[in-house]
Structure formats: C-alpha cells, structure tokens
C-alpha cells in the first residue's frame, strides 16, 4: 500500500502463535540482518488472532528441493472468476465498529452490504471476527502478514495452515464452509520497508515462501483463492536489497517458483492469482503505461506490462489489482505542510478528479483488461480516530473514499458480472 517507506521510491516534486509441524523443514536461511527501518507505518499495530478452540491437526508434510512432492489437490478455476471482483479495501478493522450481535465484544465492526461484491481486510483481525454470525457479507480476501524477510519457509507455511484452519470452523453453517474466500500472502514484497516486507527483498526468498503457503492452503481446502502479495510500481533501487523494480522482480520471482517442487515446473504453479498495485500516482487513469507521464509502470495502466510479463512466462491465469487510488487534495484540507506533503507533491486531486479517475479506471478496465479479475479501492475508510482528530497525520487518509464523491460515483456506477 501507499506508506511512507514509499517516499524514497517516487521521483520527487501495517508475534502470532504458530504451531511446529512434524516434518516442516526450513529451506532458507535469512538472507542477512534486517534494514533499519525506512519509515513508521501510518496506521495502528494489526491485533493478533485468537488462539483456535481446539489445536488444528496436521495432515501433510512440506517436502523441501530434491524431493518428490505429489501435487495438491487441484486448484480452484479461476479463468476467469465468474463474476469480476468490485472491491474495498478496508485496514482497521477493529476500529470502525457498529453496534454488535449480542454476544461479541462491542467494537465488533459491522461492514454493511453495498453495490460492491468483495472486501479486503488488509490487518487481520481475531480470528471469531471473520465467522459464524460475523461472517461479512461480502466475499473477503485476507492479507496475511507474516510473509516477509524475518520469517522462514517453515514459519510461512504454520501461518497460513493455521489461518487457513480457523477460517473453516465446525461452527460454519454448510451453506457457507469458509469464513473468506482468498488469501493474499504478503504485501509489496519489492519493497524493504515496514509492512512490505520488513528486510533485504529477494524474489527467490518470497517465492519459496509463497509456494509453502499456496501449499498449506490448498492442502486445508482447494476452493481457497490464493493470491500472490500485490507488487509496488517502483524504480527500485540500485541496492536491489532495498527495493527492486517490479518486473525484473516478477520475473525473478516465476523463476524461482519454476524450480520450487510445488509448482512441478510451472511458474505460475503456486498461485491461483497475480496480485498488482496499480495507484494512478500523478496521472489519469488513461496515461500511455509507456510515456513519459507513467515511468518504471507508476500509471493505472502500468498493469498491461505485468500481465504481458505473465504472458512470456505461458501463464494464463488471472491478475487482481489489489490495491488501486487517487489521493484527495490534502493542501486544500489544511496539510501543505504534512510531513508527507513533499513526497506526494503532484497527487493530490479534487475531490470531483478523485471520483473520476475511480469510475474511469473501473469502466477501462472492464471493457480493455478480460485478464483482470479484480479491482480493491484503496482505501474505504482510512480514519481512525487518530486521522479524525489530526488528518494531516499522514497520507493514507488522503486516499479514503468513504464520506467523499467518490464513494457514492462508484456505488452508482453500472457494474458489469
């Protein structure tokens, strides 16, 4: 997402309890100390997920390069979705809280249906906060976080089986198994920076990791979505270690996931869906992806170039723009003088520009892109109480949509299946 670890990539103008698995081993080893941190994130510490009611059992062994790996159950299809995926992206989600059913701790949030059929949870919540009479209704994509350059192999794949656990109690009703229906495994791992992926980026180390997740999934249950991490348009940098440019990245990555055993060869065998950032930054959703308004893919239609990456490679299956955003006029709002101000100068737009740009990149993307499954607004509502009382605080609430014109254009906007 749009943070401040971001600053230093735009040219100028966000412990859970894990269990062992018998068997698990880990293929890496950590690639050096972690980078200092490039920047605070915006936003408050995601909270931890509840302990299960009962321990999940074990049922399958992670083999590790060299050995013989029968494949996991068959993927669900997803070429393409059968109805393409309007969504929100919301962050706290234990902060914007609705009364409860009786029963569930008073900040329980209650996201109301809309026109838009998907929301993404990108700070996991408890784990009851997701199921039974919480379940949302939406179909939810989960960004589980423990994927990054501190956690091993072994520790990606306990996560995700545990996550992939709760998320099917026994308490579900059988009409509805699963408490979400997608997960995405980390976020921006290009970038080294805090709640990207927290250390020295490296496209064969995300790619293992990602494998083991996509394997720990499916082995819980094949109808999951699993959603590799949305890559950060970005330059990069010359220390690749600190940030890599997102289609030498990618390639890197399908690489590494063609020599990794889970896939059996196929570099796009451990995931059901390539997740992209594609923010219009300082232009409209229409820019040329190859001019010199969109550099190194840091325009709305910098996505064409990821899906033709994916193409090289032979793989057909869909690409998820997870993240995508106009930021509102900040200046006019009273924050010229933001810390952020500097970074972002050039984004801000009119409130009326920031709907415009939204609706336009939806209906482009509609009618231009069959290969996009999924659109997620970044952001809904970015505003905890922190923002309410300070919005200069930092940038993310700049991006919200929820209260503003654009919120209500893409609520109206024709939405096709």
């Not at 929100?88 to 809309?114: C, D, H, M, N």
């Not at 796009?268 to 992806?289: I, K, Q």
């Not at 997620?376 to 209260?403: H, I, K, M, T």
Request: glycine residues 8%.
């Amino acid at each position: 997402m749009i943070n401040k670890a971001l600053r230093r990539l735009i040219p100028q103008r966000a412990a859970r309890p894990n269990q062992a698995h018998p068997g698990w081993a880990s293929r890496l080893t950590l690639a050096g100390v972690v980078l200092a941190l490039l920047a605070s994130l915006a936003m408050i510490d995601p909270p931890k997920p509840l302990d299960p009611p009962e321990p999940v059992a074990h049922t399958y062994t992670l083999y590790l390069p060299g050995v013989q790996l029968a494949p996991p159950p068959a993927a669900v299809t997803l070429s393409p979705l059968t109805n393409f995926a309007y969504g929100w992206s919301v962050f706290q989600y234990q902060s914007y809280r609705l009364p409860p059913p009786s029963g569930i701790k008073p900040e329980f949030p209650l996201y109301a249906p809309t026109s838009f059929n998907w929301i993404k949870v990108t700070a996991s919540p408890n784990s009851a906060e997701l199921c039974g009479p919480n379940r949302l209704p939406y179909h939810v994509l989960l960004r589980l976080n423990k994927t990054d350059a501190n956690a091993t192999v072994q520790n990606v794949a306990d996560d995700t089986w545990q996550w992939a656990h709760w998320m099917e109690p026994a308490s579900q009703p059988a009409d509805q198994p699963r408490c979400v229906d997608a997960f995405e495994i980390g976020n921006e791992p290009n970038l080294s920076g805090p709640g990207q992926y927290n250390g020295p980026v490296s496209p064969a180390r995300y790619a293992d990791q990602l494998c083991a997740a996509y394997d720990a999934i499916k082995r819980t249950d094949p109808k999951y979505i699993v959603v590799s991490a949305g890559l950060a348009p970005t330059g990069g940098f010359a220390d690749h270690s600190l940030g890599m440019e997102s289609l030498a990245y990618l390639r890197a990555m399908l690489d590494e996931i063609r020599a990794n055993p889970v896939s059996h060869g196929d570099p796009g065998g451990c995931f059901d869906v390539l997740a992209y950032h594609n923010y219009g930054f300082r232009t409209g959703f229409a820019t040329d992806p190859h001019g010199p308004a969109c550099p190194a893919e840091m325009c709305f239609r910098g996505a064409e170039d990821t899906w033709a990456v994916l193409q090289d490679y032979g793989i057909r299956k869909q690409i998820w723009s997870t993240e995508t955003g106009w930021m509102r006029d900040y200046a006019a709002g009273g924050c010229a003088s933001a810390p952020f101000a500097g970074t972002f100068g050039g984004f801000a737009l009119s409130d009326k520009a920031q709907a415009d740009n939204l609706v336009g990149a939806f209906q482009y993307a509609r009618a231009n892109w069959p290969w996009l499954g999924a659109m997620f607004v970044f952001n809904l509502d970015f505003n905890p109480p922190r923002r309410a009382s300070d919005p200069c605080y930092d940038e993310q609430g700049w991006f919200a949509v929820q209260g503003h014109p654009a919120e209500a254009a893409l609520e109206a906007m024709p939405k096709t299946p």
